[in-house]
């Protein structure tokens, strides 16, 4: 088992420990509820995010150039795609009056899951755009 604490200290995080536990004895917490860390799997690389930007998202804006669709950035396809594709990994914040969807970021995939991201935006430019993305060279 992991235990996650601000110190190196196994005495100083023992108290900690007890510290939080007495304090939510206090204010009459009964259970715990104890949730198991997912495994570390590293974050995107650098190569994976030069390449979305550099060549994925290049090429896509590249074609919107050649059609006659000028103005949109990097970031507006950042942000388009991200919606289309990582919404579903978002959270939403409700205050009871409003509600907003806050997406995840990608610096904060997963390699695999940056892949799977990538792979989803190919498919879709030749699928709707009818362009073929180069392969990564990494």
Do not use: C
């Not at 196994?10 to 259970?31: C, E, P, R, W, Y």
């Amino acid at each position: 088992m992991n235990i996650y604490t601000n110190t190196n200290s196994i005495d100083q995080a023992v108290q900690q420990f007890k510290g939080m536990l007495l304090d939510a004895k206090s204010k009459g917490v009964t259970n715990l509820v104890y949730s198991k860390p997912k495994p570390y799997k590293p974050n995107r690389s650098n190569q994976q995010n030069k390449y979305l930007w550099g060549v994925v998202y290049k090429s896509i804006l590249d074609h919107f150039v050649l059609t006659g669709n000028y103005g949109y950035t990097s970031e507006d396809m950042h942000d388009f795609l991200k919606g289309r594709y990582l919404a579903h990994k978002g959270k939403v914040l409700d205050d009871g009056e409003n509600v907003m969807v806050v997406g995840v970021k990608t610096s904060r995939l997963n390699k695999e899951e940056f892949t799977e991201y990538i792979n989803n935006i190919k498919a879709w430019a030749l699928d709707k755009l009818g362009i073929q993305i180069p392969e990564s060279d990494v």
